[in-house]
């Protein structure tokens, strides 16, 4: 992208202030030009731009870049990883490894119950009828070889579709603003490993699956599964530019935390600035079946994740500084990330604390498409899938009525921070 400084800054501020992303202060010649949005194929519009312009305000090479927070040095940045920063799920590439290599353990006296607090009777029945003779409490199963077999497709079945091979509900009882048990229950089978052992087994399924062609399946259990995964080249070079221009620049996933921290090695993001769901873990460092709370929920509790309102809690925890309760509450501007980027209506919470720029990359998902298409702030950026991209969706998306999933899981009107109904939105950037 061509840089001409002060002229081609003047211009794109002059842009912003219409859509009330930045106030333009008098324009005059940075002292170093700011790092490029180098990739432009696959941003849609005036995508690249924006980001651009994003960089060119908050980047330290801004000769007037806001003291937007007196108690940091640099803005922060944060990105959801799955289908965000990478097509696919990596938590998924490292589930398929975990069944095709045996790596899941039998449960504590062989009672899948103990896996999750949110699991069906139905559900632990049917995985200790699939899986309980196969091994002792504690040893891992072997769902790579055929005696596995049933045992693999019952688990792969629980976690894929949230039912059992015969279609009874897995999960109950869970707050979908905070946890989403059938993600949950990934790094929950993780039991018995260490933190170093589960970023071994990541790393080696993130070798396979960027190794296999795009379209790729593998053989898990008895049927196939998707069996690549591939780096956004646009997103790898837009937080190379991020990093350049001194952003501080985080992710923060539903995956869990060692997988993700495997793959963020990749787009120059270290272990540090990683939220994934964490494991707790017993004296020797082994994970528990229990995850980590924030804010109000003790570790242990299993009811918030780093899933919608928990990804902002942890955000603000991890990122900010903020303890107990305050976390789960939106913090002042001065303590919230400028720029976001999601995919789903699990990013929606701290896509919407974002001060300046929020990036919707665009999957067909209700809430998330409803509030980015209204950008009743101006603030919100809309851009396809940058690897295969979903085709338009044929109808709107059903903002006035059930676009949003209350806590209980009962539908309602997506609202704006106002409380009126944003109406039905149609599809316009696929």
Not at 96 to 106: A, D, S
Not at 212 to 222: D, F, R, T
Not at 237 to 254: P, Q, R
Not at 367 to 388: H, K, Q, T
């Amino acid at each position: 992208m061509p840089r001409h400084w002060p002229t081609a800054l003047a211009l794109t501020l002059s842009a912003a202030t219409g859509a009330g992303l930045l106030a333009a202060p008098p324009v005059q010649a940075a002292p170093h030009p700011c790092p490029p949005v180098t990739v432009g194929a696959g941003w849609y519009g005036d995508n690249q731009a924006r980001l651009q312009q994003l960089i060119d305000r908050y980047g330290r090479c801004s000769p007037y870049r806001p003291h937007h927070r007196p108690h940091r040095d640099k803005p922060v940045a944060v990105f959801d990883w799955d289908n965000t920063v990478v097509k696919n799920d990596v938590g998924d590439a490292t589930m398929f490894w975990l069944l095709r290599n045996g790596r899941i353990r039998q449960p504590a006296r062989g009672d899948w119950t103990t896996t999750s607090r949110h699991l069906t009777r139905a559900a632990a029945g049917a995985l200790a009828a699939a899986c309980g003779p196969l091994a002792r409490p504690g040893a891992p199963l072997p769902t790579g070889t055929p005696a596995g077999t049933v045992c693999a497709d019952e688990i792969n079945a629980v976690y894929g579709t949230a039912a059992t091979r015969a279609g009874a509900a897995a999960f109950a009882g869970w707050n979908r603003r905070t946890t989403e048990p059938s993600y949950a229950w990934l790094p929950q089978l993780m039991q018995g490993w260490t933190a170093r052992e589960i970023r071994g087994f990541a790393a080696a399924a993130r070798t396979e699956n960027l190794a296999a062609p795009i379209g790729a399946k593998q053989q898990v259990g008895s049927g196939q599964s998707t069996g690549w995964v591939r780096y956004y080249d646009q997103q790898k070079d837009l937080i190379a530019a991020l990093h350049k221009a001194g952003f501080d620049v985080w992710i923060s996933s539903a995956s869990p935390q060692p997988v993700v921290e495997v793959w963020a090695a990749g787009v120059g993001i270290d272990a540090k600035h990683v939220i994934g769901i964490r494991n707790t873990t017993t004296y020797g460092g082994r994970f528990t079946p229990h995850i980590q709370g924030c804010g109000t929920v003790r570790d242990g509790a299993d009811t918030m994740i780093t899933y919608i309102d928990g990804k902002r809690c942890w955000i603000n925890r991890e990122v900010f500084g903020v303890r107990g309760a305050a976390a789960e509450r939106i913090q002042p501007p001065a303590r919230r990330q400028v720029f976001a980027a999601g995919d789903s209506d699990t990013d929606i919470s701290f896509l919407r604390d974002a001060t300046a720029l929020r990036l919707a990359v665009n999957r067909n998902k209700n809430e998330l498409m409803c509030r980015a298409y209204d950008n009743s702030d101006g603030r919100w950026i809309v851009n396809p899938m940058f690897i295969e991209p979903k085709m338009q969706k044929p109808g709107p998306y059903p903002c006035a009525t059930t676009g949003y999933v209350h806590p209980d899981g009962t539908a309602g009107p997506v609202l704006r921070a106002d409380s009126s109904v944003i109406p039905d939105q149609p599809d316009s950037v696929f």
